[in-house]
């Protein structure tokens, strides 16, 4: 645990922090976004949006804002390469110390530069600075952001990444994210895999350097959509073989940077192979009729990940799950939701879950 500290950088040396707006049919929205990082204090702020072949009106939005203001500049690709190309091509040219990706349809909160960049002055080993977020439904009012911080906590990166395989799950959405441009180039861009893209990055930061949360504040604002990539998944099993793949991509890219890296990738597989028979035991005890497909897929998955995993108490569990009386299944859920809960808890007041 790290106490504040505040450095006050006189006006010509404020931290740079580049922010990548990715775009695609986001003309709702994209304004909001780009306004909320353009109302930053405490730092040389500039906007690179990226719009990914949109077919709305999204580019003659960014268009005119960027005529309006010139920390603002557009990049309009001619072709629709998704998420991770649009981001990629803005980091390309992207000029600041920090980085931020902000998707078109999030925001920052206010001050939320300034927080992150005096962490990171205070702290120059710290790469990956992240805090909570707060989710949002489209077309409610956004909820009230906390905007004065606590305290720091601050960890090896390592030891933050051990958490991450431990579980198997990631600890952060993406728009809370202020990166150390030098700690990025150093690992290199974003990979391109369908949903994990971020994760998979936040694993490769935290390789090399350390990791800091931001304790009492809200960093951004996420908002929860039909059309949001969060909400795309299309199944339980779907997303953890998702991040199944960033674990072998981080281990792929590891190359003697992470210590005892097969075992750790073993680990990995082992969290979300019970992680899918969790699941399994759950949805055999919900009074819905089974789906015999996501069944078969997790127990699949499960093996395909961690052959041992069939001597575990997970599939003991999942096992008896199904002949479980009500009540014993009623006292299942009630167990389940209550941990929930308390792990979300701690999630929001730290950052991260309970490692296993």
């Known amino acids: 645990m790290v106490e504040l500290v505040h450095p006050r950088p006189s006006p010509d040396t404020l931290p740079s922090v580049s922010v990548i707006v990715t775009c695609y049919n986001y003309g709702a929205?994209?304004?909001q976004a780009i306004r909320s990082a353009l109302d930053q204090t405490g730092v040389d702020v500039d906007v690179v949006a990226v719009d990914d072949q949109s077919t709305d009106d999204s580019v003659s939005l960014i268009r005119r804002l960027a005529a309006e203001d010139s920390r603002v500049r557009l990049i309009d690709r001619k072709s629709n390469g998704g998420a991770v190309v649009a981001f990629n091509t803005g980091l390309a040219v992207a000029r600041g110390d920090y980085i931020v990706r902000l998707d078109a349809d999030d925001l920052l909160t206010p001050g939320a530069l300034s927080r992150a960049t005096s962490l990171g002055i205070a702290l120059p080993g710290v790469g990956l600075i992240y805090s909570h977020p707060l989710h949002f439904t489209d077309g409610e009012p956004l909820p009230r952001a906390r905007i004065e911080p606590t305290r720091w906590r601050v960890w090896h990166g390592q030891s933050w990444l051990l958490g991450r395989i431990r579980?198997?799950?990631?600890?952060?959405?993406?728009?809370e994210v202020v990166i150390r441009r030098s700690v990025l180039d150093e690992v290199g861009p974003m990979r391109n895999?369908?949903?994990t893209h971020d994760f998979e990055l936040w694993l490769r930061l935290s390789a090399i350097s350390e990791v800091a949360y931001i304790e009492g504040a809200d960093q951004a604002w996420h908002r929860e959509h039909a059309r949001s990539l969060s909400r795309s998944v299309r199944s339980v099993a779907h997303d953890l073989?998702?991040?199944?793949?960033?674990?072998d991509v981080l281990f792929g890219w590891a190359d003697g940077r992470i210590a005892n890296a097969p075992a750790l990738r073993d680990l990995a597989r082992h969290a979300l192979a019970t992680e899918a028979l969790s699941d399994l035991a759950a949805m055999r005890?919900?009074?819905a009729p089974l789906n015999a497909d996501l069944e078969a897929e997790l127990i699949a998955f499960a093996i395909e990940s961690d052959p041992a995993v069939t001597a575990t108490a997970e599939w003991k569990d999942a096992a008896r799950a199904a002949d479980e009386p009500p009540v014993a299944r009623l006292l299942s859920r009630a167990r389940t939701r209550i941990r929930f809960e308390l792990e979300g808890r701690r999630w929001s007041r730290t950052g991260v879950f309970r490692d296993r």
């Open 285 to 287: 005890r919900r009074t």
């Open 167 to 175: 579980t198997g799950l990631s600890v952060i959405t993406s728009p």
């Open 29 to 31: 929205y994209v304004e």
């Open 241 to 247: 073989r998702g991040r199944r793949e960033a674990f």
């Open 193 to 195: 895999l369908e949903h």
